[in-house]
């Protein structure tokens, strides 16, 4: 019996290197460049976003003023060729200001949005791969935090700190991580239970090394896309409180120039329409963008 | 033949809601060295189970596992690392056991790393791809993805991260049941030829009896947590003592359409709850042959022929 069942194996036995085909190359790359060539919103926000960039590195060039020389013979001038966006209430260039706040704006953006990617990624990372004391203690940290309203927590921060470019990292920092960390948290828990995990443990692999060639890489596509939407975020809070009056009065921003253009909304719109679509812009581009990502990166993972 | 791993008394029960999963109840066996022990029985059995508690994956309730005559539990950290390089696994989904995000030959290499082994990356990545040939891979794949392989492709690279480390004993965990029948027939194939080459020992899980049958030398069979019978293949295959046992070959299809009308027993009812299981004998409630002395008294595994154990009140006669 056992002779006739060996038999019945061994006729189905093709060669002993397997010719067949694997699939193409398609990785995670090949799924976002696809992804470019089919959502153009993704595109233009890619495009909008190194346009800025390229703006704020350029900035001398692309401005014929100083952002902060005063001219009080030329104020609250209207847009002309002289000054394409007017002047302020000081005989200040806007365009100039507008140009050389991308600097700022773009550095609330990203300094904030790093600071609280890596926070919340050692955190979650922590919160679900110990889990029990440090997954409670963490975890209801973070929602203490976010049972705040964010921009009343930052507010406070910026006022006990002190209104400076530095503080303004710190507060927004604060009011981001917890978002990260759960994210982080739940997918650290999920990706726990994956065979591949007991696998790495069956071999001798230690608990760093499972969550910094595991865990973290498999976290890598969700915090890229997380990124890129909290970069607008923060681009917001800030313009936000600049506007509030409880931002950095030295750092020309976006936020800070509508907050002082309001007085003259009626009589010059100009003061706060080209700070505010500067604004509007480049938070739309980065969240095309994000949203791009998400949708190119999501598919992926679920494979 | 000496003894290679020996399993007393292991128990593990999973604390739930309102109650104890009893996964495995008071189990012991032990392996020979360069044998295969097949171990069936059904779904949520506890096969599984027993599998991670020799590997130590999950800690036991009670009860002790010996690796080379070693006890597991009195080790810890760098020495239980040592020790386990013994005994790898292979596990049963080729799809979830690799990591997505890892080349093949970093996923091959990751125990080598894990132990240091080879001396520079080089001669890692040699080892590497002498055991993507070993394992019917070819080496060129060294740096594509998990998800561009098959199935079976998959399973050949379980295969080889679970020999890298060189190991005495390979638990198979279900290792073809995620398979197409004519890929099972290669990974058998190719797990025997590797048995033969490297003097491996299995310990091999699978609720399989045709695969099973292929492979081992000996047999366990298990129901709700409990060892019901343990013999040889053969015996266990032509002269089944155990009640359980006949009714789980009565079941397996009859590939031959000439005997396709031949009355066949079948077993009714419903598995009993591992959280609440019988008095005395766990098998009682679908036993035909149940009396007051099944739900008195759990039945010892006594030895009915020489090499032949079987945990049964009323153990049917050998024909």
Request: a neutral charge.
């Amino acid at each position: 019996m056992k002779k006739r069942f060996k038999d019945q194996y061994t006729a189905d036995l093709s060669q002993r290197i397997i010719d067949a085909e694997i699939q193409p190359d398609e990785g995670i790359l090949h799924s976002i460049l696809s992804m470019f060539r089919a959502n153009k919103a993704a595109l233009l926000g890619l495009i909008l976003i190194l346009l800025i960039l390229l703006m704020s590195v350029f900035a001398p060039v692309i401005a014929r003023y100083d952002p902060n020389a005063l001219d009080l013979t030329s104020m609250r001038k209207a847009p002309s060729w002289e000054h394409w966006f007017g002047t302020d209430d000081m005989g200040r260039d806007v365009f100039a200001r507008v140009v050389y706040g991308s600097r700022t704006s773009l550095m609330i953006g990203f300094v904030p949005s790093l600071i609280s990617l890596v926070l919340g990624t050692v955190l979650g990372l922590m919160a679900g791969y110990l889990g029990k004391v440090a997954d409670e203690l963490i975890m209801r940290l973070a929602d203490v935090v976010l049972a705040f309203p964010s921009l009343l927590l930052a507010m406070v921060v910026m006022y006990t700190l002190g209104a400076s470019l530095l503080n303004m990292f710190i507060a927004l920092s604060i009011i981001n991580w917890a978002g990260t960390a759960r994210v982080v948290r739940a997918q650290t828990l999920s990706l726990k239970e994956k065979e591949f995990m007991e696998a790495a443990r069956s071999m001798g692999v230690s608990r760093f090394k499972i969550v910094f060639r595991h865990i973290l890489p498999n976290c890598l596509p969700n915090l890229i896309v997380l990124f890129t939407l909290d970069i607008p975020g923060a681009i917001m809070w800030e313009s936000s409180m600049s506007f509030l009056g409880v931002g950095d009065p030295n750092a020309a921003s976006w936020g800070l120039m509508v907050s002082q253009g309001k007085g003259y909304a009626y009589m010059c719109p100009w003061l706060i329409l080209a700070p505010g679509i500067a604004i509007l812009i480049t938070v739309m581009a980065f969240n095309f963008l994000g949203d791009g990502l998400r949708d190119a990166i999501d598919p992926y993972m679920k494979t | 033949m000496t003894e290679l791993l020996r399993a007393e008394r292991l128990v593990k029960e999973f604390p739930v809601k309102g109650g104890v999963v009893h996964a495995v109840s008071d189990v012991s066996f032990a392996v020979q060295k360069g044998e295969t022990l097949g171990l069936v029985g059904e779904s949520g059995c506890g096969k599984s189970t027993l599998g991670k508690l020799v590997l130590d994956l999950i800690p036991p309730t009670s009860g002790k596992v010996y690796f080379n005559g070693q006890d597991l539990s009195q080790f810890k950290g760098e020495k239980l690392r040592t020790l386990r390089r013994g005994m790898q696994m292979i596990f049963q989904d080729p799809y979830a056991s690799l990591d997505p995000r890892m080349s093949v030959g970093r996923i091959i290499m990751e125990p080598l790393n894990a132990h240091h082994i080879g001396d520079s990356r080089a001669e890692r990545k040699a080892m590497v791809q002498a055991l993507m040939e070993q394992v019917g891979l070819r080496p060129e794949f060294y740096a594509r993805y998990p998800h561009q392989f098959s199935g079976g492709q998959r399973q050949r690279i379980g295969i080889a991260r679970a020999l890298a480390l060189n190991p005495e004993l390979v638990i198979c965990d279900e290792p073809v049941s995620a398979l197409d029948v004519s890929i099972q027939a290669q990974i058998l194939n190719l797990l025997s030829d590797l048995q033969k080459q490297r003097s491996l020992t299995y310990l091999f899980i699978s609720h399989d009896l045709n695969v099973v049958r292929y492979l081992s030398d000996r047999v366990m069979v298990m129901f709700l947590g409990q060892l019901c019978e343990m013999a040889p293949t053969e015996a266990l295959y032509t002269a089944p003592r155990h009640p359980y046992t006949r009714f789980l070959l009565e079941a397996v299809p009859q590939p031959d359409p000439t005997r396709r009308d031949e009355e066949r027993a079948l077993l009714t009812g419903e598995v009993s709850s591992p959280v609440n299981p019988p008095s005395g004998c766990q098998f009682r409630l679908r036993c035909p042959y149940a009396d007051a002395a099944c739900a008195a008294e759990h039945p010892a595994l006594n030895e009915v022929a020489p090499g032949h154990f079987c945990a049964c009140h009323h153990p049917l006669t050998g024909t």
